[in-house]
């Protein structure tokens, strides 16, 4: 049984910085393609970020060069640190693990909140 667990989601001002975490048990992050996605209130989720086995990253235009992807693969946890956050990285963050076949797996969400 793949479970996902987020934390670190918090209130933070504009500029500021948080770090996410994601354990994972069940299935390893070091060997599957994993990711961050976002969803604001009354728009679609979307992918934020995502590592694959070999560690290539990828980010979204929007969080390019702000936002670092990471895991610790002797812990199995997936992080997200988030730097510079503006009030438009308000959303709930999901973690997620690729699967196939489908379906995937996904956290059960932490919440973002950037405003002074």
């Known amino acids: 049984q793949v479970q996902l667990v987020e934390s670190g989601g918090g209130l933070v001002q504009p500029g500021g910085s948080l770090t996410l975490s994601c354990a994972a048990s069940?299935?390893?992050?070091?060997?599957?393609?994993m990711g961050w996605y976002r969803q604001a209130p009354g728009k679609q989720r979307e992918l934020v970020a995502q590592?694959?086995?070999?560690?290539?990253?990828t980010y979204s235009d929007p969080v390019k060069g702000r936002f670092r992807i990471s895991r610790d693969n002797a812990k199995n946890i997936l992080y997200l640190q988030m730097n510079s956050l503006k009030p438009e990285d308000t959303a709930i963050y999901y973690c997620?693990?690729?699967?196939?076949?489908?379906?995937?797996?996904w956290g059960q969400g932490t919440q973002v909140t950037v405003s002074s």
């Open positions: 590592v694959g086995s070999i560690g290539i990253a």
């Open positions: 997620n693990l690729k699967s196939w076949p489908p379906p995937d797996y």
């Open positions: 069940g299935r390893s992050v070091s060997t599957s393609l």
